[in-house]
Nanobody, 124 residues
Framework: QVQLVESGGGLVQAGGSLRLSCAAS????????MGWFRQAPGKEREFVSV????????YYADSVKGRFTISRDNAKNTMYLQMNSLKAEDTAVYYC?????????????????WGQGTQVTVSS
């Protein structure tokens, strides 16, 4: 089992920045690819970004490319999402997820473990 806890969400004005963290426990963190997903009210959960288990590969949704940066610190069992130039449409609950593969995919069903989510609200 892997336990994931997100933090760092909050209310920010459009154009601002937030840094989300995802703390993992329970298994060897570096054996898992990690991803960020988000879900806005009334919408399906969608892919945001993924990072490979050693951190050498990263992928982003087109909607966040150039604004968000995913990273991980395997020594701290923590993954991050730096979000810059935030827009109102980035408002959602953000979830971190883990899968025991080298690189995770872009679909929800590709991940075995999920955090409880952290709310990000961007005011326009």
């Amino acid at each position: 089992q892997v336990q994931l806890v997100e933090s760092g969400g909050g209310l920010v004005q459009a154009g601002g920045s937030l840094r989300l963290s995802c703390a993992a426990s329970g298994r060897t963190f570096s054996n898992y690819a990690m991803g960020w997903f988000r879900q806005a009210p009334g919408k399906e959960r969608e892919f945001v970004s993924v990072i490979s288990w050693r951190g050498s590969r990263t992928y982003y949704a087109d909607s966040v490319k150039g604004r968000f940066t995913i990273s991980r610190d395997n020594a701290k069992n923590t993954m991050y999402l730096q979000m810059n130039s935030l827009k109102a449409e980035d408002t959602a609950v953000y979830y971190c997820a883990a899968t025991r593969t080298v690189v995770g995919g872009r679909t929800v069903d590709g991940y075995e473990y999920w955090g409880q989510g952290t709310q990000v609200t961007v005011s326009s």
